[in-house]
């Protein structure tokens, strides 16, 4: 089992919807939570960053963490078609700069 | 601000050969690390470097090695290379203190026939 699990989807929604990605993980030593966009043959792009629980905004990203359950959510509000890339979340312990543990990726398509 | 540069672009190797990948951090950041991200997954953990040391390494074999240089840039070398080698490489840049956030740069796509 890897320590941390994502539906690779793909997930395909219709603009202007809300879409939430999530997480699962295993390591409860995990402190610092990311979440990353990537577009094709590109590299990730750091989204959303927290520490420990609970919830941060940023524009029309919403990331939640949930410790006690190990679950992490990233909610995108109004999505765009610019919006469509594979969203990877990544953990890491008592340092971000430790090396990240990812999940596999989840797959949006937003439909104009 | 200049971002996370890494060259090759991408390349083609055939198994046996040996490969150097460059990365240069973004200014200011003194730690470099290399993930390896095979088509359809999520990155993977190789080295990480802070002021020229190695801070940690993923599970992979010694083929893999890696060194940072005075100014902060890096290089990951692979030898005797596999067509499982074949992945898109990530450097990440921090700043080493703090927040501590990693940033990536395009990656170096390899080819390995």
């Known amino acids: 089992q890897k320590e941390v699990e994502q539906d690779p989807g793909p997930l395909s929604v219709p603009e202007g919807a809300i879409v939430s990605l999530n997480c699962t993980y295993s390591n409860s030593a995990f402190q610092y939570f990311m979440w990353y966009r990537q577009y094709s043959r590109k590299g990730p792009e750091l989204l959303m960053y927290t520490y420990s629980s609970g919830n941060k905004e940023d524009g029309r990203f919403t990331a939640q963490v949930d410790k006690s359950s190990k679950y992490i959510s990233l909610f995108i509000r109004d999505s765009q078609p610019s919006d469509s890339a594979t969203y990877l979340c990544a953990m890491s312990g008592n340092n971000a700069g430790n090396m990240l543990t990812f999940g596999g990726g989840t797959r949006l398509m937003v439909k104009p | 601000d200049a971002g996370v540069t890494q060259s090759p672009t991408h390349l083609i190797k055939t198994r046996g050969q040996q490969v150097t990948l460059r990365c240069s951090p973004i200014?200011?950041?003194?730690?470099v690390s290399w993930y390896q991200q095979v088509l359809g997954q999520g990155p993977q953990f190789i080295f990480q470097?802070?002021?020229?040391?190695?801070?940690g390494r993923g599970n992979f074999p010694d083929r893999f090695s890696a060194r940072q240089f005075p100014n902060y840039s890096s290089e990951l070398n692979v030898n005797a290379l596999l067509l499982g080698d074949s992945a898109l490489y990530l450097c990440?840049?921090?700043?080493?203190?703090?927040?501590?956030?990693?940033?990536f740069g395009p990656g170096t796509r390899l080819t390995v026939l």
């Open positions: 990440a840049s921090s700043s080493g203190t703090g927040y501590n956030e990693q940033f």
């Open positions: 470097y802070y002021e020229k040391e190695e801070r």
């Open positions: 200014s200011g950041h003194k730690s």
